[in-house]
């Protein structure tokens, strides 16, 4: 999770991944990182969240694409 990671101080990311039955099991389509560890440090949990979450958006619509 989000916070789990930025609570560890770890890098947050975003992957797409084609469905399976095992959570996220699938072959990987996208990964992508948010930001830097460094970039990380210097925000609050609440806009890494907002900014994951972005990026996620992007990631899905880039899956989409790809995939159609």
Known sequence: SISRAYTDQKSVGVTTHH????????????????LSLAEQKQLSLDEVQYRTHLREHEL???????LA
Request: glycine share 8%; no cysteine; hydrophobic share 45%.
């Open 19 to 34: 469905v399976t039955q095992d959570v996220d099991g699938g072959e990987i389509v996208f990964q992508s990182a948010v």
């Open 60 to 66: 899905v619509k880039m899956t989409m694409e790809k």
